[in-house]
């Protein structure tokens, strides 16, 4: 029996996961951070564990009793809960926040990454259980974008692999070749909504990975919520990597662009 450990957080994309897990013939044990994800994931995974987010010995704990091998990190945690929730780390979480030199994305993940390892759980490449959601170079909406916004789209896509390179984010909002928002602890829709709202409209979202993407954790993702936000602000244009970034709900979210006036592409140079 092949046994997969799913780590989830925030989003649509554990559920994506696991239901291709599944048809792989994996059995899903999840454990599910709360408050993070979604109730619903119970109902698309063999077993599930609810574990505070802050509880990382419970984590461990958990993978241990369940005899995971092999595991993956699915959804987003948003490092703002080590800033203004009530969420305690637990004694094994504080361990490693103390051990690092500092609390950039790359480096909390790998050390997670690292503790996992110590206990005989290895994480997988998340491109094994998502490939489907990657999208090629090309344009993916009924309507392309304009001469000027292929310009944005140029110049904001050198300003987000810069911050990607520096762990900093992976989405820029840009608008006539000037940068309205960079993404930082604050995750991509904030960004959009506070981008957009200062381009006042037509603003350009623009998505990559890191230069040097590690694909266990942290893989970029656009979902429906990404282009709820874009909506809210009338951006105009969505360009994700080709072949790095996953599309979550694929059908739905063209169609709620194209309904909007959206552009979405898949873009590399």
């Not at 450990?5 to 792989?24: F, M, N, R, S, Y």
């Not at 809960?81 to 926040?97: E, G």
């Amino acid at each position: 029996m092949k046994k997969l450990g799913l780590i989830a957080g925030k989003g649509e994309l554990p559920i994506a996961i696991a239901d291709e897990a599944k048809k792989q013939g994996y059995t899903v044990i999840a454990v599910g951070l709360e408050p993070l994800a979604d109730k619903s994931l119970s109902s698309h995974v063999d077993e599930i564990r609810w574990v505070n987010v802050g509880k990382f010995g419970k984590l461990l704990d958990t993978m241990k009793k369940h005899d995971i091998r092999v595991a993956v990190m699915a959804g987003k945690v948003s490092k703002t809960l080590l800033y203004r929730s009530r969420i305690t780390p637990d004694l094994r979480a504080m361990k490693l926040l103390m051990s690092l030199k500092d609390r950039k994305d790359d480096s909390i993940l790998l050390a997670i990454a690292d503790e996992l390892a110590r206990e005989g759980v290895t994480l997988l490449d998340i491109l094994h259980f998502s490939s489907a959601l990657l999208v090629s170079r090309e344009v993916l909406t009924k309507d392309a974008p304009t001469t000027e916004e292929w310009k944005d789209i140029a110049f904001g896509w050198k300003i987000a692999r810069e911050i990607g390179r520096l762990d900093i984010g992976q989405t820029v909002v840009v608008k006539n070749r000037a940068v309205m928002a960079v993404e930082a602890i604050e995750g991509t829709d904030e960004a959009v909504k506070r981008g957009g709202t200062l381009a006042g409209k037509d603003a350009v979202v623009v998505k990559v990975s890191k230069p040097n993407q590690d694909m266990r954790f942290d893989v970029p993702a656009v979902g429906l919520d990404t282009v709820s936000a874009m909506k809210r602000v009338r951006a105009r244009v969505l360009a994700v990597e080709a072949g790095k970034c996953l599309v979550l709900n694929k059908d739905r979210i063209f169609d709620e662009a194209a309904s909007a006036g959206i552009s979405v592409v898949g873009y590399d140079e």
